[in-house]
């Protein structure tokens, strides 16, 4: 099975008013009374929204629905859209309707409480408040936006342009080339989030000196459950090795609970073995 016909790109884009303002007097007071000669030494900002949490709770939201999206896709171009394996499009896009009516729900509440944090910002703050810092109600929500575009993956070769053979067959060679740059960077981003999720287990797992004890939670594990399962998607190339370390590390954990590996040093030691030799088995 070809990358573009078991994937599909989808970029996602999501705008957030930052309500954060230059004060060019504050600053320039600021750098005179410490004695700064030069214009670039600070600047202070003003927080248009100080006193509420609204627009922070917008971008805090807008922050890991973002984060969601980079787990659930793969690297392709530097900036924009990302791959997502077909096998994975009717849960991505389900969660996505989910976050989408969340971020809108949540700017139509700051919408309607705008006016009023505007007439509260004078009491926030004080000599700082400039009324011409605050965009009208419909400038506001302008700054805000949840837009998903998805695209078809063309085929390598896919050129249809009336130009001549020979530039036509090179534009082709370098078309497969970057298609397949992109596909290894993509492949190689996941072997590098396997690499790190076994590290950081396996120096968890070291006994501490002393008296020292470690915590412990659910997400040591359920974070190497949910790896696992989404490589089971994101693996395009269906990369055997890959596959290989994958189903390794869910074996090291299989039947272990995080109450084993907070009681059982027996426990934690055979895990950690289980993990580190998976480390040496392979060329990260």
């Not at 971008?59 to 994975?88: E, I």
Request: glycine share 4%.
């Amino acid at each position: 099975m070809s990358i573009s016909s078991s994937s599909i790109l989808v970029e996602l884009n999501i705008s957030v008013w930052t309500a954060n303002k230059l004060d060019k007097r504050i600053t320039n007071d600021v750098l005179l009374s410490n004695g700064a000669t030069n214009a670039d030494a600070g600047q202070f900002r003003k927080n248009l929204m100080s006193g509420s949490t609204l627009r922070k709770d917008i971008a805090d939201f807008a922050a890991s629905c973002r984060l969601w999206h980079n787990m659930m896709t793969l690297p392709w171009a530097d900036r924009g859209p990302r791959l997502l394996p077909t096998s994975l499009f009717f849960d991505y896009k389900t969660e996505l309707n989910k976050r989408k009516a969340r971020f809108d729900h949540m700017v139509a509440h700051f919408e309607r409480e705008y006016p009023q944090l505007c007439a509260d910002a004078p009491m926030h703050l004080g000599a700082l408040y400039n009324p011409d810092d605050y965009p009208s109600v419909e400038e506001m929500r302008g700054k805000f936006g949840f837009r998903t575009v998805f695209t078809p993956l063309p085929e390598a070769g896919d050129f249809r342009l009336d130009i001549a053979n020979e530039d036509l067959e090179l534009m082709k060679q370098q078309y497969e080339t970057a298609i397949n740059e992109r596909v290894n960077e993509a492949m190689r981003s996941q072997w590098d989030k396997l690499h790190d999720m076994l590290s950081r287990m396996s120096e968890k797992l070291e006994e501490p000196e002393g008296e020292d004890k470690r915590r412990w939670h659910d997400t040591f594990l359920t974070n190497a459950q949910d790896m696992c399962a989404m490589l089971n998607h994101l693996n395009v190339t269906k990369d055997p090795k890959l596959d290989e370390a994958r189903r390794k590390l869910e074996l090291a954990i299989k039947g272990v609970d995080i109450d084993d590996i907070k009681e059982d040093v027996t426990c934690r030691e055979d895990v950690k073995t289980k993990l580190d030799a998976i480390l040496k088995d392979y060329e990260w």
